[in-house]
């Protein structure tokens, strides 16, 4: 019974999320991401003004924070029903990283906004959380399963790529944002060649004492000598 509750509360405030955010969006251009036009998409949805504090306990950066996280499952759930068996790593990164800023079309301006807001110092630490988030979800959604150091390299070297195609992204007004698909693929072959190079590195270091090993070894004997 407990568990049924607690989904129960869960589905109504995932709602109470989603609601807001639609009712704010239209004002997102023009305001920016505040707590005022918060409060004025709670008279508008004719709710109780706690209840957005009780969604968003810290207020614009909680809002932010959902809305790209909104357009990261949108993008997941457009490449869930795309074969992408037939593609190529290269490929696939490149498709999922064009869906992500494909999904957010409309929402460009408040996109911007967003960026903005979280290049703020009240914003904290959250800017590079959220860029971690979509990086994490587009290596996700596109089928990677590592777990060693590749986990991380692969998230710290798209969240480069990401991020200044979005830059590139945000004022493109070429035809079919054809600027910044061609920068993209100029920025995806660039980091293909890179890892090429890294993997060949690797085999060689492979070969290679370790170098932390022969410290803790130096170490230990010159604290016995």
């Known amino acids: 019974m407990t568990d049924k509750v607690t989904d129960q509360n869960q589905d109504e405030l995932s709602n109470l999320k989603s609601r807001i955010l639609s009712e704010v969006l239209p004002d997102v251009p023009f305001d920016g991401w505040t707590r005022g ?121 798209l969240s480069i790529v990401y991020a200044s195609t979005l830059t590139i992204w945000l004022g493109d007004d070429s035809e079919n944002l054809e600027e910044t698909w061609a920068f993209l693929d100029r920025r995806i072959a660039g980091v293909m060649q890179f890892e090429k190079v890294k993997a060949q590195v690797t085999k060689i270091v492979g070969k290679l004492p370790d170098p932390l090993g022969l410290l803790a070894r130096l170490r230990y004997r010159t604290s016995r000598s």
Request: proline residues 3%.
């Open 37 to 157: 036009v918060m409060m004025k998409a709670a008279d508008r949805l004719g709710i109780d003004r706690g209840e957005v504090q009780l969604a968003f306990p810290c207020g614009p950066v909680d809002l932010v924070s959902y809305f790209l996280a909104e357009g990261d499952r949108r993008m997941a759930d457009v490449l869930a029903k795309t074969d992408l068996d037939v593609l190529k790593i290269r490929e696939k990164v490149t498709l999922a990283v064009r869906t992500r800023l494909e999904v957010d079309t409309e929402h460009r301006e408040a996109v911007r906004r967003a960026g903005t807001y979280l290049a703020m110092p009240t914003s904290g630490t959250r800017a590079p959380q959220v860029v971690y988030h979509t990086v994490d979800a587009i290596w996700r959604a596109i089928g990677d399963t590592s777990t060693d150091y590749n986990f991380y390299t692969k998230r710290a070297t």
